[in-house]
């Protein structure tokens, strides 16, 4: 019934594509013009963070720059579309391989290659796997405790690192994958490298 108190049910028409009535009522092809393209966040996830949004009309938008702030998501730009260190052949996230001076970089992969007797994967996988627990040292929050949680994070650098990648390194088939203990990294984990055909 709309406003004026006009019936608009029509049994016979509720199968179907929308009833023309309910289209002119709604201003016309409207509704079928509307199409909503759903990011990767699963549906479910603001209901953990802010379990009172559907009251107060809370976004997973409004949640990011309530909680951030416009330093942390900036910041977070580099978690989710890192630097990329290309080095001989191989591949690497930055903030990874480089903990003190870019000039240590040959020392550190001459290294790797006699520990991992040069094989490619090992050495890009020994420096890119990283725990998704180690993302977060230091902090502590019930969030870390749930698997949904921790693997929709994963489930985000891995869609948002393939994009880095194939932007940046369209020609090399890289690999982006989250997994569980990988490389000796505890839980769940992401890493990077590059699969040679």
Sequence with gaps: MDPNGKEHFQPYKLTGGVPPFIKNYLGGDFMNEIKI?????????????????????????????????????????????????????????????????????????????????????????????????????????EFYDDNEIINQFADCLVYFWKQRVQKVLPNRNIVVKAENDIMGEYGKCITLYEDII
């Design 37 to 141: 393209l759903k990011n990767i966040i699963k549906e479910n996830m603001m209901d953990k963070f802010y379990p009172d949004h559907k009251e107060n009309g809370f976004t997973m938008f409004n949640y990011a720059t309530w909680k951030c702030g416009i330093d942390g998501l900036i910041a977070a730009t580099q978690i989710y579309s890192p630097e990329i260190v290309c080095y001989k052949d191989y591949v690497f996230i930055k903030d990874f391989l480089i903990a003190g001076s870019i000039a240590s970089i040959e020392e550190d992969i001459k290294r790797l290659e006699k520990q991992y007797h040069y094989d490619k994967k090992s050495i890009e996988m020994s420096v890119n796997t990283w725990s998704i627990g180690d993302f977060f040292v230091g902090e502590r929050s």
